[in-house]
């Protein structure tokens, strides 16, 4: 079992920056892929930026490219989210998750992944 805590989020004006940690627990998950999904109330929930265990390239949402950073620090079976430019539209519950199943590579799929964190809350004011 695998065991993932978000911490990082909060309120931030816009423009503003965050970045998101989870922490894995219960086993090792560097080889794993993972990501970050979001769900703002009244809406699906999205990927929003995923990483491969090794190798392999990450993966956005067009809505973040270029202002949002993903990646892993492996040692301490950690990732991480650098949100930058934050926008009202990026207001969302984020959660952490982990694919125990693929290795180079991601899905943007949520039912692909396995773990799930319990989310942390972003909220960006105008």
């Known amino acids: 079992q695998v065991q993932l805590v978000e911490s990082g989020g909060g309120l931030v004006q816009a423009g503003g920056s965050l970045r998101l940690s989870c922490a894995a627990s219960?086993?090792?998950?560097?080889?794993?892929?993972m990501g970050w999904f979001r769900q703002a109330p009244g809406k699906a929930r999205e990927l929003v930026a995923a990483?491969?265990?090794?190798?392999?390239?990450?993966d956005y949402a067009n809505s973040v490219k270029g202002r949002f950073t993903i990646f892993r620090d492996n040692p301490k079976n950690t990732m991480y989210l650098q949100m930058n430019s934050l926008k009202p539209e990026d207001t969302a519950l984020y959660y952490c998750?982990?694919?125990?199943?693929?290795?180079?590579?991601?899905?943007?799929?949520?039912?692909?992944?396995?773990?799930w964190g319990q989310g942390t809350q972003v909220t960006v004011s105008s």
């Open positions: 998750v982990v694919d125990s199943t693929r290795y180079s590579f991601t899905v943007r799929s949520h039912l692909e992944y396995r773990y």
């Open positions: 990483i491969p265990g090794s190798g392999g390239a990450t």
């Open positions: 219960g086993r090792t998950v560097s080889r794993f892929a």
